[in-house]
């Protein structure tokens, strides 16, 4: 299919403002008698406040106000608090302290005498299921089906789960499929291995400062989120205010990966302080304190047996996954690796047991990939010891179990829209010259050894039923209002594309409205889970489709005929058995506001989200309206699918490993935008390396302090961790259940990356598995020199 | 100060850094805190040419000497400096929060260095953090942005 806008590279109008420092990020706003806020964060990991003495404090010349939990909207545990008199982990804001600049605010802070009553707790989950283990809240220390519950193994569960023996303490939650014993007695091969992905903070690299002000009755809050209208709902839930008293602005967001996917509890305080104070409050949040309150993967400790029969046919797939919540309501993370699992390699029978604990260490949300890339780094590995065992070449087993468009997924094996993971594969390897790279696996090189490896992802990566709003004003021009948030992806923009193209109009015709509520902007999705090229290029393709039939309509009325014989071309509406019977698309404009009505945006369809019912009732009667929810079918899960290459080169001598080569190959539909895309699959790719072997946070089981607060004990990848240059392809084969075909792919490329990483590791070193994340140098080198590990298999919070 | 070539007269305290005098007494706010102790190169700006982490210098220390922020590269009639253009040509930004620093870096190197190798541009570029990951296409947008300024005889 030709297109005058999709799969065509272009310029996003907000790129102009990062390269010349005028994008404003929420830090970068000023507002005259703003005061700024410093957080008293705790010191202890599980705590009972027993007393605040503030008097110093609120004493001190330039001190506004104080703002504790007893101000703020009350959370119900798990559910993360504002401001909380029973902190859960160290860091977790207690109370905020405003003053007339920064300093006197901080000094302020180390005037407040708290009185705190240390409480038990918990950095490792497997020591909360100890008998008589400690619990991280006191609700309990495991938080499944949306309840609290206090769960106890018998040390016979802990030692068999610690040794890495197939775990015989039963599960809070869990599903299956099929008939898994005999899925395994059809199997040649049995694999049975334990395994650890450590949690690692996202870090991105704006910390999320927050300023907030009232004017009007109205709460003005500048923020960093991901999404921008999905926010608007749930933050005004949490300042307790109507959603029509809530401007929301995020026109820019310094970076997510899922840690600011919607309203979070530091986004909802200043709001709170200024009410309280009477003064515009800007809370900035160091780099310190993001590494508390800025979230981090869900770690996981579990247990993997699989089979694969004769042939490489993956038959049965028993997976047990203790996962690290932190203290908070999370935790989707393991079914969504059974998910990635159920689709990726199809076993016949396949069961998932999930035991999600609660620690108390720094909070838990979506990560890049949450649970599909954590897994990716566990069952690729073991793909290739399989593949090993039975004679198969490492891509011809994945081949073998490719899913394609016929593939179901999770429990209920559901449909899936399309995939052509055989056919990325194919490309992949002819683009990567597999077949003569392999035979360079294990060559040795000095005290360097060559391994190649490849890995796949997945992520479901599209939703449906939100809202698209586009307007034609009597300029002429194209108004795309996107309710999607700026995480950085450009889809704010790629998305509205989709609309252009209906409407056949210049790119220059059109204007983007996006990252203020302010700005009269439809209700959107969530940006996450790599939906939003999926969701809201349909979105916008039903609001292009009804505007189109408006102009039509109009034309019709004014000019004579049906509507059917209308068409467009030139940004005219035309007859189409008499080209000069035509208007311009400025006059229809002028014609709409002149009818009234659904034209002009005065009536509406009742089924659109209320904030685009806001929306469209403040844009009434200024052009011609098109607006419609997205009522498209789709006939199941959106799959983005990914594959890695990578050819590494192992250090023996110091443990460590440079990526030579990279290549990913993407099966995400049509390509809408390809340096968009390019950038996903490289960023991605960034990511997988980070998580395959330098990314872990630790805490001393002691004293339950974080020992990562910095990016140099983070580890995030830098120029020197990556390959300088890396390659990208993309299958381009339309999704049917999408107008213009296109899929997401944001989540996918990193896990295939991380796959194709250990994979590569794994084969320098003769297929060696470490069935864990990262793998450090330290690691390699223990292995290397057979000194064994200095820890035991499921052991966290190792250094 | 001199900061973009002009002339700024500024009362700062002697513990201020450069950082905090650019963005909150000068509201130049392009210069970013990513971490605000030297370790991701989000303030990076030019001091005399070479580039620095503006969170990790104090202001009375570049008294008299030539400040230039990402605000000062654009030409009087505000078209975009070559490095600049080449970031926007090659899509290298992603949340764009890194990307005013990266840019700096990018500038210096350049002034010292017209014709980097890629992996000349990689270690130039290394003390500057992207958690996107946007790497591979800041060193793009550096290759191109040195063709464009050699052909433009900017860079001999």
Same mark, same amino acid.
């Given at each position: 299919?030709?297109?005058?806008?999709?799969?065509?590279?272009?310029?996003?109008?907000?790129?102009?403002?990062?390269?010349?420092?005028?994008?404003?990020?929420?830090?970068?706003?000023?507002?005259?008698?703003?005061?700024?806020?410093?957080?008293?964060?705790?010191?202890?990991?599980?705590?009972?406040?027993?007393?605040?003495?503030?008097?110093?404090?609120?004493?001190?010349?330039?001190?506004?106000?104080?703002?504790?939990?007893?101000?703020?909207?009350?959370?119900?545990?798990?559910?993360?608090?504002?401001?909380?008199?029973?902190?859960?982990?160290?860091?977790?804001?207690?109370?905020?302290?405003?003053?007339?600049?920064?300093? &006197?605010?901080?000094?302020?802070?180390?005037?407040?005498?708290?009185?705190?009553?240390?409480?038990?707790?918990?950095?490792?989950?497997?020591?909360?299921?100890?008998?008589?283990?400690?619990?991280? #809240?006191?609700?309990?220390?495991?938080?499944?089906?949306?309840?609290?519950?206090?769960?106890?193994?018998?040390?016979?569960?802990?030692?068999?789960?610690?040794?890495?023996?197939?775990?015989?303490?039963?599960?809070?939650?869990?599903?299956?499929?099929?008939?898994?014993?005999?899925?395994?007695?059809?199997?040649?091969?049995?694999?049975?291995?334990?395994?650890?992905?450590?949690?690692?903070?996202?870090?991105?690299?704006?910390?999320?400062?927050?300023?907030?002000?009232?004017?009007?009755?109205?709460?003005?809050?500048?923020?960093?989120?991901?999404?921008?209208?999905?926010?608007?709902?749930?933050?005004?839930?949490?300042?307790?205010?109507?959603?029509?008293?809530?401007?929301?602005?995020?026109?820019?967001?310094?970076?997510?990966?899922?840690?600011?996917?919607?309203?979070?509890?530091?986004?909802?305080?200043?709001?709170?302080?200024?009410?309280?104070?009477?003064?515009?409050?800007?809370?900035?949040?160091?780099?310190?304190?993001?590494?508390?309150?800025? /979230?981090?993967?869900?770690?996981?400790?579990?247990?993997?047996?699989?089979?694969?029969?004769?042939?490489?046919?993956?038959?049965?797939?028993?997976?047990?996954?203790?996962?690290?919540?932190?203290?908070?309501?999370?935790?989707?993370?393991?079914?969504?690796?059974?998910?990635?699992?159920?689709?990726?390699?199809?076993?016949?029978?396949?069961?998932?047991?999930?035991?999600?604990?609660?620690?108390?260490?720094?909070?838990?949300?979506?990560? #890049?990939?949450?649970?599909?890339?954590?897994?990716?780094?566990?069952?690729?590995?073991?793909?290739?010891?399989?593949?090993?065992?039975?004679?198969?070449?490492?891509?011809?087993? #994945?081949?073998?179990?490719?899913?394609?468009?016929?593939?179901?997924?999770?429990?209920?094996?559901?449909?899936?829209? /399309?995939?052509?993971?055989?056919?990325?594969?194919?490309?992949?390897?002819?683009?990567?010259?597999?077949?003569?790279?392999?035979?360079?696996?294990?060559?040795?090189?000095?005290?360097?050894?060559?391994?190649?490896?490849?890995?796949?992802?997945?992520?479901?990566?599209?939703?449906?039923?939100?809202?698209?709003?586009?307007?034609?004003?009597?300029?002429?021009?194209?108004?795309?209002?996107?309710?999607?948030?700026?995480?950085?992806?450009?889809?704010?923009?790629?998305?509205?594309?989709?609309?252009?193209?209906?409407?056949?109009?210049?790119?220059?015709?059109?204007?983007?409205?996006?990252?203020?509520?302010?700005?009269?902007?439809?209700?959107?999705?969530?940006?996450?889970?790599?939906?939003?090229?999926?969701?809201?290029?349909?979105?916008?393709?039903?609001?292009?489709?009804?505007?189109?039939?408006?102009?039509?309509?109009?034309?019709?009325?004014?000019?004579?005929?049906?509507?059917?014989?209308?068409?467009?071309?030139?940004?005219?509406?035309?007859?189409?058995?008499?080209?000069?019977?035509?208007?311009?698309?400025?006059?229809?404009?002028?014609?709409?506001?002149?009818?009234?009505?659904?034209?002009?945006?005065?009536?509406?369809?009742?089924?659109?989200?209320?904030?685009?019912?806001?929306?469209?009732?403040?844009?009434?009667? &200024?052009?011609?309206?098109?607006?419609?929810?997205?009522?498209?079918?789709?006939?199941?899960?959106?799959?983005?699918?990914?594959?890695?290459?990578?050819?590494?080169?192992?250090?023996?001598?110091?443990?460590?490993?440079?990526?030579?080569?990279?290549?990913?190959?993407?099966?995400?539909?049509?390509?809408?935008?390809?340096?968009?895309?390019?950038?996903?699959?490289?960023?991605?790719?960034?990511?997988?390396?980070?998580?395959?072997?330098?990314?872990?946070?630790?805490?001393?089981?002691?004293?339950?302090?974080?020992?990562?607060?910095?990016?140099?004990?983070?580890?995030?990848?830098?120029?020197?961790?990556?390959?300088?240059?890396?390659?990208?392809?993309?299958?381009?084969?339309?999704?049917?259940?999408?107008?213009?075909?296109? #899929?997401?792919?944001?989540?996918?490329?990193?896990?295939?990356?991380?796959?194709?990483?250990?994979?590569?590791?794994?084969?320098?070193?003769?297929?060696?598995?470490?069935?864990? &994340?990262?793998?450090?140098?330290?690691?390699?080198?223990?292995?290397?020199?057979?000194?064994?590990?200095?820890?035991?298999?499921?052991?966290?919070?190792?250094? | 100060?001199?900061?973009?070539?002009?002339?700024?007269?500024?009362?700062?305290?002697?513990?201020?850094?450069?950082?905090? %005098?650019?963005?909150?007494?000068?509201?130049?706010?392009?210069?970013?805190?990513?971490?605000?102790?030297?370790?991701?190169?989000?303030?990076?700006?030019?001091?005399?040419?070479?580039?620095?982490?503006?969170?990790?210098?104090?202001?009375?220390?570049?008294?008299? *000497?030539?400040?230039?922020?990402?605000?000062?590269?654009?030409?009087?009639?505000?078209?975009?400096?070559?490095?600049?253009?080449?970031?926007?040509?090659?899509?290298?930004?992603?949340?764009?929060?890194? %990307?005013?620093?990266?840019?700096?870096?990018?500038?210096?190197?350049?002034?010292?260095?017209?014709?980097?190798?890629?992996?000349?541009?990689?270690?130039?570029?290394?003390?500057?953090?992207?958690?996107?990951?946007?790497?591979?296409?800041?060193?793009?947008?550096?290759?191109?942005?040195?063709? %464009?300024? *050699?052909?433009?005889?900017?860079?001999?």
């Amino acid at each position: 299919m030709s297109y005058l806008h999709i799969g065509k590279n272009f310029t996003p109008p907000d790129i102009y403002g990062k390269v010349t420092g005028k994008a404003k990020y929420a830090e970068d706003y000023a507002v005259d008698g703003m005061v700024y806020a410093r957080l008293l964060t705790s010191p202890m990991p599980h705590a009972r406040v027993k007393n605040i003495d503030a008097s110093a404090a609120l004493a001190m010349k330039g001190v506004v106000g104080i703002l504790t939990a007893d101000d703020v909207y009350p959370a119900e545990a798990p559910s993360p608090a504002l401001l909380t008199n029973e902190p859960v982990y160290v860091g977790d804001p207690i109370l905020a302290i405003a003053a007339v600049d920064e300093k &006197t605010a901080e000094n302020a802070i180390a005037a407040i005498k708290l009185d705190l009553e240390p409480l038990p707790f918990t950095v490792d989950p497997v020591d909360s299921l100890r008998p008589g283990g400690p619990s991280a #809240r006191t609700e309990g220390n495991v938080f499944s089906s949306r309840e609290m519950k206090a769960v106890s193994w018998t040390q016979g569960d802990v030692e068999r789960f610690v040794t890495g023996q197939e775990p015989s303490a039963p599960a809070p939650y869990e599903w299956s499929y099929g008939d898994l014993e005999a899925g395994f007695d059809n199997a040649e091969v049995v694999l049975e291995e334990s395994f650890v992905t450590t949690g690692y903070a996202h870090m991105s690299m704006e910390p999320r400062s927050v300023l907030s002000f009232w004017q009007n009755g109205k709460c003005h809050v500048h923020g960093s989120t991901q999404s921008q209208s999905f926010v608007v709902p749930f933050l005004a839930k949490m300042l307790g205010i109507e959603q029509a008293d809530l401007v929301y602005v995020s026109e820019y967001c310094g970076g997510g990966f899922g840690s600011k996917i919607g309203s979070y509890p530091v986004l909802a305080i200043p709001g709170y302080f200024s009410k309280k104070i009477g003064r515009p409050v800007m809370l900035r949040i160091t780099r310190e304190e993001e590494y508390y309150v800025g /979230s981090a993967r869900v770690g996981f400790q579990g247990w993997i047996k699989a089979g694969f029969t004769k042939q490489g046919k993956v038959s049965a797939v028993d997976l047990y996954i203790v996962q690290d919540l932190g203290p908070k309501a999370t935790g989707g993370d393991a079914s969504s690796a059974g998910g990635a699992v159920s689709i990726l390699y199809q076993p016949d029978a396949m069961r998932l047991r999930d035991v999600p604990v609660l620690t108390n260490t720094t909070p838990r949300g979506a990560q #890049r990939g949450p649970g599909q890339n954590q897994i990716a780094a566990v069952f690729e590995p073991l793909l290739d010891k399989a593949a090993r065992e039975l004679g198969i070449d490492p891509v011809e087993i #994945r081949r073998l179990n490719a899913p394609d468009s016929n593939t179901t997924i999770n429990a209920d094996q559901g449909p899936i829209t /399309s995939a052509f993971m055989e056919e990325a594969l194919v490309k992949g390897a002819e683009l990567f010259n597999w077949s003569e790279r392999i035979q360079k696996s294990g060559r040795q090189n000095g005290s360097k050894v060559t391994g190649i490896g490849v890995g796949q992802g997945y992520h479901s990566a599209g939703a449906k039923g939100y809202d698209g709003l586009v307007r034609l004003t009597p300029d002429g021009r194209v108004h795309l209002h996107s309710g999607v948030g700026n995480l950085g992806t450009y889809s704010y923009a790629a998305t509205t594309r989709a609309a252009a193209e209906v409407l056949k109009c210049s790119w220059n015709s059109c204007v983007i409205h996006h990252g203020n509520s302010g700005l009269h902007l439809p209700w959107s999705s969530y940006q996450a889970g790599s939906n939003t090229t999926f969701t809201h290029t349909r979105a916008n393709y039903v609001a292009a489709e009804d505007l189109l039939a408006k102009m039509k309509r109009i034309a019709a009325g004014a000019l004579g005929g049906e509507p059917e014989q209308y068409d467009v071309a030139d940004e005219r509406v035309f007859d189409t058995r008499n080209a000069a019977r035509s208007l311009t698309y400025a006059e229809v404009a002028a014609r709409a506001i002149e009818l009234g009505g659904e034209y002009s945006g005065e009536v509406y369809p009742e089924d659109i989200h209320e904030v685009t019912q806001r929306a469209v009732s403040a844009i009434a009667g &200024t052009g011609l309206v098109g607006v419609a929810k997205d009522t498209l079918p789709v006939r199941g899960t959106v799959p983005g699918l990914t594959v890695g290459f990578a050819e590494v080169e192992v250090d023996l001598e110091t443990g460590k490993h440079e990526i030579v080569e990279f290549l990913a190959v993407a099966d995400c539909g049509t390509v809408v935008h390809p340096l968009g895309l390019a950038g996903q699959l490289r960023g991605g790719a960034v990511w997988g390396f980070g998580m395959a072997s330098l990314e872990r946070h630790v805490y001393d089981p002691h004293n339950g302090l974080p020992a990562n607060v910095g990016y140099y004990q983070t580890k995030p990848p830098s120029y020197l961790d990556v390959p300088s240059s890396m390659e990208w392809a993309a299958l381009d084969i339309p999704d049917p259940d999408n107008p213009v075909g296109a #899929r997401g792919v944001g989540e996918p490329a990193m896990g295939s990356a991380t796959a194709a990483v250990m994979c590569a590791i794994s084969d320098a070193l003769g297929g060696h598995l470490f069935n864990r &994340t990262p793998i450090t140098p330290d690691v390699v080198l223990n292995h290397v020199s057979g000194n064994g590990q200095s820890f035991g298999p499921l052991a966290i919070n190792t250094f | 100060m001199n900061v973009n070539g002009r002339k700024r007269p500024v009362d700062v305290l002697p513990q201020e850094t450069l950082a905090h %005098t650019l963005r909150y007494k000068l509201g130049l706010t392009g210069t970013k805190l990513g971490c605000n102790r030297g370790e991701c190169g989000a303030c990076t700006v030019l001091v005399d040419e070479i580039n620095h982490y503006a969170c990790s210098m104090l202001t009375h220390s570049v008294r008299g *000497r030539a400040v230039v922020t990402v605000e000062g590269l654009q030409d009087a009639s505000g078209t975009l400096h070559p490095v600049q253009q080449a970031f926007v040509d090659e899509l290298a930004p992603q949340c764009g929060f890194c %990307t005013p620093g990266q840019i700096m870096s990018a500038v210096a190197l350049l002034k010292e260095n017209p014709n980097p190798t890629r992996e000349e541009a990689r270690q130039a570029l290394a003390g500057n953090l992207c958690r996107c990951g946007a790497y591979d296409h800041y060193l793009n947008a550096v290759e191109r942005a040195a063709s %464009t300024m *050699r052909k433009a005889g900017q860079l001999t």
